[in-house]
């Protein structure tokens, strides 16, 4: 056995070895302790909202304070919810695509895209709140007339903003992921830069951009604040986008601190099918990486 033989196979100092073994021990104590504090909500919701999950809880109006022995439920807010989710996507989605090919394929080291990408930055981490507050001045307080102001289209606005950074930057990243060998090989036939990037680079980057996309849509479905201030609330079926419209994170938010029993149990039951919603949302991201 050569010296280098020996070398490797030679057990660790002591001091090395206890080390090794402690850092390890805080890394699962600290993993332990995350996973923990998540488990212990997911338990609560499951366990106050599971109960009261029946069918007409998706089917009916949610029912007047106090009254029992009717159906009650929140269709409305689910309704709500997919409905201004859908419209923020169909806002940012394309913008924001759009904006990351600028980024990737056109501006590149342009002055305008380093703009462009410290906006994009800022953006992301600005409070929900501030946003919804934005929201407000610019569509609400424009419109405002008879509470004709808060409405879904107000509501999708705040969401889409929301949306776009994270749109912009992972689309971003997806792009960039694409070697550059295949954007040479499509210049090579003969292609122009617009088709090499639609036909070559935007296709090979579309499971990653999709991962994105259905990640922003997951962040948005859960906010409150910017619909308080946008949206509003209803206690009925949606008929105008321009009316006041109601969500499953506004309803839960207005039924949590209710002196009613069953409006409490409503939110409970409103809280998993909202979890269920982002899980699914989560879930597909996944199946389209592992596809990938």
Known sequence: MTLFDRQLTKPLPLGRTLFSYGMNAIAALSTALALLALLSILFEIFRQGLPGLKWEVFTSLP????????????????QGTVLMVAIAALLSVPFGILTAIYLSEVGKTSATATIVRFVMSILSAVPSIVVGVFAYAVIVLATLFNYKGFSALAGAFALAVIMLPIVVLSTEEALKL?????????????????????????????????????????????????????????????????????SLSVMIYNYSGSPFPEQIQLAWTASVVLLGMVLLTNLLSRLITRKR
């Not at 029912?63 to 689910?78: D, K, M, R, W």
Request: glycine letters at 8%; hydrophobic letters at 45%.
């Open 63 to 78: 029912a007047p304070a106090g009254e029992t022995g009717v159906p009650s439920g929140f269709g409305n807010a689910i």
């Open 178 to 246: 694409v070697p550059q060998q295949q954007r040479f090989a499509s210049a090579a036939l003969g292609a122009n830069s617009i088709q090499t990037t639609f036909k070559v680079v935007l296709a090979s980057a579309l499971p990653s951009i999709t991962t994105g996309v259905l990640l922003a849509i997951a962040r948005v479905s859960g906010e409150t604040a910017p619909l308080l201030f946008t949206a509003l609330f209803s206690q009925s079926w949606i008929e105008n986008i321009l009316n006041p419209t109601p």
